[in-house]
């Protein structure tokens, strides 16, 4: 069953900034749902890079009402995005606590703009634990996409700090794998296993779409990945690949946050700036193989890529480092542990090709997803009520989506 006619207060990632799982959810909330949608910050602190500070102007254009290069973000029917002013080094307490008041005023003079009632919120930034019970909410559920304490940069002991409030105070939390639902559990609900979706006809295109210009200038066979370069990327790995298959050109597309020098030493590596995400079945379809090349420790080990299933519904063999959510398909992917072995699983791709996955994608979808997850908070909503809970008395919308800066 699905929630309708419902509000909904996310804490998330910016939203458009790239396609990630709890926009794709909130996608199918909200078609029959209202949800405003609250950009946040990271829990690192930033420094000096070109990276953060690119991200550092798309935060100032957030508080300033504009999208990224200033350009008005068309947002979907019952959407509204709103960007609280935040300052970080959350680890300070005059400083966390004014970014508690700044966030929990600007939330509550949107709600009250949109007539709001009783929303329905939903967190994966851990730093929303400070909101919890701040918003007048009936629900308050922790969807958990990452073990953020393992993450470079961060302030570990603050983060672990935020997730003890966080998991202290919600009511509910969906775990994107299995590490993260055993160890986040919450203090006074339950905790669900919910993995990734995918958006399966949008990466079946892949088989049935001319693959983007690039690729005509380039040797094949492509070893291709999509997704942010970071520090879980194994660039041992790549220099492997990339010497092991002379002939083949190894194609990384996303953003970087660390430097690719090693990498560009050599003619067969091409780096990609970000694609739209309608544009990806093109890319896609210029790969002979698509890997994910994660370096295996205690970040990657919670992690659920979301780049994987996304393969899957493409059709292309894949092959990645052996990532516990991603040895559950074991038989319909390859895995290499170690800088050979993962060459000679590409190998095997490149002469074998690729498996059947369609048993493998069945009960996958976002829409599939969407539905566990409101299936367990309508659960939860009964048992907190004590009593069935009726959609029909729900509110019906009666707002729609509005552009940033609410």
């Known amino acids: 069953m699905m929630i ?172 994107v794998s299995d590490r993260l639902a055993g160890s986040k559990k919450a203090a006074n609900g339950p905790t669900y296993l919910l993995t990734h979706g995918v958006d399966i006809e949008h990466f079946r295109q892949t088989g049935r779409v001319e693959p983007a210009e690039i690729y005509r200038d380039l040797p094949g066979p492509v070893i291709g990945y999509f997704g942010l370069i970071d520090e879980r990327t194994d660039q041992d790995l790549l220099i492997a690949l990339l010497e092991r298959f002379p002939e083949a050109s190894l194609v990384l597309i996303g953003n970087t946050k660390v430097s690719l020098s090693r990498l560009t030493q050599f003619g067969n590596f091409h780096h990609i700036p970000p694609v739209r995400y309608e544009l990806l079945p093109r890319y896609i379809a210029g790969f002979d193989v698509a890997i994910i090349p994660y370096v295996v420790n205690a970040l990657s080990n919670n992690i659920n890529p979301l780049k994987l299933k996304e393969y899957m519904a493409s059709g292309v063999p894949i092959v990645s480092t052996p990532l516990p959510e991603v040895v559950k398909f074991d038989g319909v992917i390859r895995v290499g542990s170690t800088a050979a072995s993962f060459a000679d699983a590409v190998e095997s791709a490149l002469s074998d090709g690729g498996r059947d996955v369609s048993a493998a994608l069945a009960g996958e979808s976002w829409a599939e997803k969407a539905e566990l997850l409101s299936g367990w908070m309508i659960r939860r909503l009964e048992e907190k009520g004590g009593g069935r809970v009726d959609e029909t008395v729900f509110k019906p919308m009666s707002a729609p989506g509005k552009r940033d800066g609410v």
Not at 64 to 91: A, C, Y
Not at 115 to 142: C, H
Not at 166 to 172: A, F, P, Q, T
């Open 4 to 175: 309708s006619g419902r509000d909904f207060v996310v804490f998330s990632d910016d939203w458009g900034r790239h396609p990630f799982s709890c926009q794709h959810l909130m996608n199918v909330f909200l078609k029959e749902n209202r949800i405003l949608w609250v950009n946040t910050i990271g829990l690192r602190n930033p420094t000096i890079s070109l990276y953060d500070a690119g991200r550092i102007a798309e935060k100032a254009m957030g508080w300033l009402g504009r999208g990224k290069r200033g350009d008005d973000i068309v947002l979907p029917e019952n959407l509204t995005v709103v960007s609280p002013f935040m300052v970080p080094w959350n680890q300070f307490g005059a400083l966390r606590a004014f970014n508690r008041r700044q966030v929990v005023s600007c939330v509550r003079s949107a709600m009250e703009a949109l007539e709001f009632d009783s929303p329905l919120v939903v967190a994966t930034v851990p730093n929303a634990a400070d909101y919890i019970g701040r918003l007048g909410e009936r629900l308050f559920v922790f969807y958990c996409v990452d073990e953020f304490s393992e993450w470079p940069g961060v302030n570990s002991e603050l983060v672990k700090d935020l997730e003890r409030t966080m998991l202290s105070g919600v009511d509910m939390v969906a775990a």
